[in-house]
């Protein structure tokens, strides 16, 4: 074990986990001293570890404020951010192993049918002999077009999905199940492991809920397994789609019109084939006195003082981040004090090998609140205040839902004005975009508006 103080105060922990890598560590973050610069997200520690020559996930670890008031009781926001690594182009990707789950109820006539089986075939193209398909439909009943199968003859298997017609009411929940059946049958720890759902409409067949259909994506996270949501057009519940994605780990798009199907699944198949990381475990030890509250935007288990999520996957260059809130006790000026230890395990896609990430966060105490101002993590403080104002939206559509349209006009008015307000502070088009949607929102409550 080493430390080293480097710049404006910042302490720095570096722990060697094994002799072959060092592994990101952070130690006390964006600590200004001299209260004359604005913390930046660019000054956090990053250390990208290297197993064996490999490539390796980066993890970037930050509090909202890496100083507080001393003296008093603080709530303070932990980010615990993983980016997927490059790829390199000449490296062998990931077998897929992919469920194409089709809607063909009766909404799906016409043009709409005819752009999801265009959409699933380009899907087909895109696939390696090597990889895994199978195709299932569904209406008031499922039917599975294609087995899990190697992608070997694509002639029969593009001609079964031709043979789709839509009619019939909607089972969605024992559509996604039996996708998830078909993906179980191959599946592997070094493959993909991915059910991809097309629908327009309503799940009228079985459960129907949000909350049914969520506790079943979530269950399929625990299986390894992730769904991706695609709802076409104006009339799907979005709730539902969104919830299903979300607790799986997986994506969720919106095609307005049946022409964005073949764009959303290419970018959708361009996120499968690029998964650096797979079976991604987060454990966050919160140090004695410290009390973890809640966790913001992701599913994750608080058992006393531990929090501990998973995540199913991670693309190449793309960022995951858990964001918990704390609170600390009150401690002297001056005082450094642990805030929490970070472990992460995943899968290597590439190399194939269990990796292993660690850092420990500390924070200083301060009687000064220019320390605490100049002290901020901008980049933290936009990821908590946009998962936050999210938190009041779900709030504003469960009041419209119970009929308490004005109570929720009062959220979203209310959420626009502290996001416009943080935007100013942080210099934030994200959040001047998010404060400008919930006054949109807020107008759209209306009986004449509302969809």
């Avoid at 926001?77 to 690594?85: D, E, P």
């Avoid at 005819?114 to 039917?143: C, G, Q, T």
């Avoid at 475990?281 to 994750?300: E, F, H, M, Q, Y």
């Avoid at 009041?399 to 979203?412: C, P």
Wanted: overall charge positive; proline content about 3%.
């Amino acid at each position: 074990s080493a430390q080293k103080r480097g710049k404006k105060g910042v302490v720095m922990k570096f722990r060697k986990v094994n002799a072959k890598m060092w592994l990101a560590t952070l130690g006390l973050l964006v600590v200004v001293l001299d209260g004359t610069q604005p913390a930046r997200a660019d000054v956090v520690q990053r250390i990208a570890g290297d197993a064996g020559g490999g490539q390796q996930v980066q993890l970037e670890a930050a509090l909202g404020s890496g100083v507080l008031m001393a003296g008093r009781t603080e709530r303070a926001y932990l980010k615990v951010g993983l980016t997927g690594f490059k790829l390199i182009e000449d490296r062998a990707r990931p077998e897929v192993n992919l469920a194409i789950v089709l809607d063909r109820s009766g909404s799906m006539q016409g043009e709409k049918m005819r752009r999801a089986k265009d959409a699933a075939l380009m899907a087909i193209d895109r696939l390696s002999p090597e990889d895994i398909v199978s195709v299932i439909a569904y209406n008031h009943n499922v039917e599975v077009l294609v087995p899990a199968t190697k992608v070997h003859d694509r002639r029969d298997i593009k001609r079964r999905i031709m043979s789709l017609g839509a009619s019939g009411n909607t089972a969605l929940f024992a559509g996604v199940a039996k996708g998830a059946y078909e993906v179980r049958k191959f599946l592997s720890p070094s493959r993909v492991n991915r059910v991809l759902l097309v629908s327009d409409g309503l799940a009228n067949e079985g459960p129907s809920t949000p909350g049914e259909l969520g506790d079943l994506g979530h269950s399929l996270l625990k299986g390894g397994i992730s769904v991706t949501t695609i709802g076409l057009g104006h009339g799907y519940n979005e709730d539902l789609m969104f919830e299903l994605a979300r607790r799986s780990d997986g994506n969720h798009a919106f095609a307005e019109g049946a022409s964005d199907l073949a764009r959303i699944f290419s970018h959708e198949l361009g996120d499968v084939l690029s998964v650096v990381a797979r079976e991604v475990n987060v454990r966050i030890k919160c140090s004695s006195g410290i009390r973890p509250i809640r966790v913001l935007g992701r599913d994750a288990d608080i058992s006393g003082n531990t929090i501990v999520a998973r995540l199913n996957q991670l693309y190449a260059e793309q960022e995951k981040y858990l964001l918990v809130e704390v609170e600390i006790p009150a401690s002297p000026r001056g005082s450094i004090r642990k805030v929490a230890s970070v472990d992460v395990y995943y899968l290597n896609a590439m190399s194939q090998n269990k990796d292993r990430l660690t850092g420990d966060i500390s924070v200083k105490f301060s009687d000064s609140m220019a320390d605490v101002t100049s002290s901020r993590n901008e980049a933290v403080m936009v990821s908590t205040l946009d998962l936050v104002a999210a938190e009041q939206n779900k709030r504003a559509v469960i009041l419209r839902d119970q009929g308490k349209t004005e109570a929720a006009k009062n959220v979203l008015m209310d959420n626009a004005a502290m996001l416009d307000k943080a935007a100013a502070e942080y210099k934030s088009p994200k959040l001047k975009r998010r404060a400008r949607a919930n006054r949109g929102d807020a107008d759209n409550l209306a009986p004449a508006k509302w969809n």
